[in-house]
């Protein structure tokens, strides 16, 4: 298709107005839509490609990740940013990392294959807060005595660190820097689940096998514990 430059460019503009005003990635089906004209596919791809370059000595840059195209902070200013707004970075358990890093390179996976390959029971709240945060997800059923739930992760968890697939996914050693980095709300969701799982592990609780409604409020006990004020 021949495009004028003028076309060219308030077809940009457009582009480079939706994403900004978008809080999500956008695909690029979605960006289709944005115009009367039918574009096609490949040529809203190149514009994109274009809008990248434009932005390459910008603070913002536009990347495309599983979910569609968004602008992001780059990587390289986020410790200034964060001067603006103070926050301890998220430091993540170790049955957290490789709870979600089994589910990541061994997918799908069932509980009972992450408790094998870990050699401990995995508690339940993990994998239910890492389900709440849209990190993994049931894709299935293993066809086994019960039936048990299979786990994947999510376009979430790699939009959340940027990637486009699971092919792009770091070393192994690396996964817990990355996730580390690239989100901060997890910790919170997490606290009082990492607490009943350690004490489990160290024998002080006898089953984590309890109802959603006992899990729930043992969750929010621990979070309660961690953010209450000392007293004096």
């Known amino acids: ?89 998220p430091k993540y358990s170790r049955a957290v990392l490789e709870t979600l890093a089994i589910i990541s390179y061994k997918q799908p996976v069932t509980r009972g294959d992450i408790e094998e390959i870990r050699g401990v029971t995995v508690s339940s709240n993990i994998l239910k807060a890492l389900e709440s945060r849209g990190w993994i997800d049931i894709v299935g059923h293993k066809e086994s005595p019960g039936r048990p739930a299979l786990y994947s992760t999510t376009r979430s968890f790699l939009d959340d660190l940027g990637l486009r697939s699971l092919e792009e996914l770091p070393p192994l050693e690396d996964l817990g820097t990355l996730v580390e980095s690239g989100e901060q709300e997890l910790a919170q969701d997490l606290q009082g689940s990492e607490a009943l799982e350690t004490r489990s592990e160290d024998g002080d609780v006898d089953s984590m096998e309890q109802t959603p409604e006992s899990d729930e409020m043992a969750v929010e006990a621990d979070i309660q514990a961690e953010t209450s004020p000392a007293q004096a």
């Open 1 to 89: 298709m021949d495009l004028q430059q003028s076309d060219i460019s308030q077809i940009k503009r457009t582009l480079e107005a939706a994403l900004l005003a978008s809080g999500e990635p956008v695909p690029v089906t979605d960006l289709r839509q944005l115009f009367e004209e039918d574009y096609g596919a490949d040529v809203i791809r190149r514009l994109l490609e274009e809008l990248k370059s434009d932005w390459n000595e910008r603070g913002v840059e536009l990347v495309n990740v599983a979910s569609g195209w968004r602008f992001q902070v780059r990587p390289g200013l986020q410790r200034s940013l964060d001067r603006l707004n103070p926050r301890k970075p």
